[in-house]
């Protein structure tokens, strides 16, 4: 296992235009995050993964913007008619949730994809 | 509502120095600390992390120190090198669901 995989990694494209994403995330791991980070600031959550189940979404998530995991192990990422404001790095991570006092919630980042929306 | 910030947004070091980076939180409530190093085009990588009943936890050359009377949270780097050049974030986790991060400080390191 590599880590976490994501494709592209730079994306250009029109206004207007839809766009996807795939994170393919560490096969152990059962839980999978899409962060966006911008120039200068840290990564801000937009949504995560239990295995299939999307669990909670970001107010930054507009309707434009959804997330899938159909089987539990790859994710995918749409945006639909794209915005200059959503020029971005797009992250995805992975972690195995375990239980107990001595769980870790360290995340895996992929290198993330960038998106330049003209 | 939850905020993660730093005192400051760069550090500059001479390499062979420590290095010590903070963070305020303000989710008296979160029970989980992660500190992440993200170079140039890439990740956040996973450096080191405290729970909230730890005051104190070292590993390789990295510590982190949680003072929850303050809410402060800081990462001491021992005997700093060019490597280590990079932006730091602190997070923080509540509960074991999302992961809230800071906006980050710069680390220069001079030869």
């Known amino acids: 296992d590599t880590g976490v995989s994501q494709n592209p990694r730079h994306k250009i494209t029109k206004r207007g235009q839809n766009v996807t994403f795939r994170c393919d995330p560490i096969s152990e791991h059962n839980r999978l995050y899409w962060y966006r980070q911008t120039l200068g600031q840290g990564p801000e959550f937009l949504t995560y993964f239990q295995n299939e189940a999307q669990l909670e979404k970001s107010r930054l998530l507009s309707d434009r913007f959804s997330a899938e995991r159909p089987k539990g192990s790859f994710s995918t990422l749409e945006i639909q008619r794209t915005e200059q404001g959503d020029s971005a790095m797009y992250l995805c991570a992975s972690s195995l949730q375990s239980r107990g006092s001595g769980a870790n919630y360290g995340y895996t980042f992929g290198s993330g994809t960038r998106l330049t929306v003209v | 509502g939850e905020s993660v910030g730093l005192h400051l947004p760069t550090l500059s070091v001479q390499e062979g120095d420590n290095s010590i980076i903070n963070c305020a939180y303000s989710?008296?409530?979160?029970?989980?600390f992660i500190w992440y190093k993200q170079e140039s085009g890439k990740g956040p990588q996973f450096i080191i992390d405290i729970r909230s009943n730890m005051d104190k936890r070292q590993g390789q050359r990295v510590t982190v120190l949680l003072n929850k009377t303050v809410k402060h949270l800081s990462l001491q780097i021992a005997a700093t090198q060019p490597g280590d050049s990079a932006v730091y974030f602190c997070?923080?986790?509540?509960?074991?669901?999302?992961?809230?991060f800071g906006a980050g400080t710069r680390l220069f390191v001079k030869a």
């Open positions: 989710n008296s409530a979160s029970d989980y």
């Open positions: 997070a923080e986790n509540t509960g074991g669901f999302k992961t809230i």
